[in-house]
């Protein structure tokens, strides 16, 4: 059984910064990527950044030079350094690890979801 908690999430003004953090606990053998998703109220759940384990990173263009992913394997550990919030970027955000616990296929894992509101 794995468990993942997040925390970092809150209120914070445009141009602001804030950092997630999300660490996974339980049977984690191996993570072969991590990344994070949002939601918005009425709006689809999307992709914002993603990390494999070699270090490869994928943003989402809305987010592109203003977020930053990174990842502590040895901590099963994945951030979001967010910075230059703009009211748009006010969502649920949710972390999401592949992680290998037990069978030769990795299974996701998602995080509880933090709230994010950029006041404008």
């Known amino acids: 059984q794995v468990q993942l908690v997040e925390s970092g999430g809150g209120l914070v003004q445009a141009g602001g910064s804030l950092t997630l953090s999300c660490a996974a606990s339980g049977n984690v053998l191996a993570i072969s990527a991590m990344g994070w998703w949002r939601q918005a109220p009425g709006k689809e759940r999307e992709l914002v950044a993603e990390?494999?384990?070699?270090?490869?990173?994928n943003y989402a263009d809305s987010v592109l030079g203003r977020f930053t992913i990174s990842g502590d394997n040895a901590k099963n550990a994945v951030f979001l350094q967010m910075s230059s919030l703009k009211p748009e970027d006010t969502a649920v955000y949710y972390c999401?690890?592949?992680?290998?616990?037990?069978?030769?296929?990795?299974?996701?894992?998602w995080g509880q979801g933090t709230q994010v509101t950029v006041s404008s």
């Open positions: 999401v690890l592949e992680i290998y616990s037990g069978s030769p296929v990795p299974s996701d894992h």
């Open positions: 990390i494999t384990s070699a270090g490869h990173t």
